[in-house]
């Protein structure tokens, strides 16, 4: 009986160390592959990032006239009604 006890207890630790095995290889294998694609990544050059900062800033404050406007005439439109 003491013996059947030993194997099942060295089974069970046996199956314990598999399982944990195998949960470690797919996060190594997603590191892996976060690895290979960081790799293939196009990085932008400094003059590309000037570039495109320039064109957001632009393109908001465009945005803001155009709102500013918009509340303008807005505020003027409803003055010629109170």
Known sequence: MAKEK???KKDVKKTNTKKKEKNNKPKEKF???????????I??????ILKYTLATII???ILVAFFEVLNLVMAYVKGLFN
């Open 6 to 8: 030993d194997i099942k």
């Open 59 to 61: 393109f908001c404050i």
């Open 43 to 48: 990085w932008p050059t400094a003059k590309e």
């Open 31 to 41: 590191l892996v592959g976060v690895k290979k694609e960081m790799k293939l990544v």
